[in-house]
């Protein structure tokens, strides 16, 4: 899924204003997660990467901890739409 087209999906004022929204962010983390996961599967002793995935793992879960706190709706549409 591109950039621009998962902002046409969760955008709804101007795609600018959305770049920091929290959905934003996740997706971004997501991408981030499964090019690191594959790059593991073929180098399974890049330590720093793996610990690099570990970082980002927990801070995508430390956002959606936020989101659905803060609306649930929104956290359920995310997580259908990425596949979590």
Same mark, same amino acid.
């Given at each position: 899924?591109?950039?621009?087209?998962?902002?046409?999906?969760?955008?709804?004022?101007?795609?600018?204003?959305?770049?920091?929204?929290?959905?934003?962010?996740?997706?971004?983390?997501?991408?981030?997660? #499964?090019? /690191?996961?594959?790059?593991?599967?073929?180098? @399974?002793?890049? %330590?720093?990467?793996?610990?690099?995935?570990?970082? *980002?793992?927990?801070?995508?879960? #430390?956002? /959606?901890?936020?989101?659905?706190?803060?609306? @649930?709706?929104? %956290?359920?549409?995310?997580?259908?739409?990425?596949? *979590?």
């Amino acid at each position: 899924m591109a950039k621009n087209s998962f902002l046409s999906i969760i955008s709804q004022d101007e795609k600018d204003e959305n770049c920091g929204s929290v959905e934003f962010q996740v997706f971004r983390f997501s991408n981030k997660i #499964r090019i /690191l996961t594959s790059h593991l599967e073929l180098h @399974k002793k890049d %330590y720093s990467s793996r610990r690099g995935l570990r970082k *980002i793992l927990g801070k995508r879960q #430390r956002l /959606l901890a936020y989101l659905s706190k803060k609306n @649930k709706v929104r %956290y359920k549409e995310l997580i259908s739409q990425l596949n *979590i």
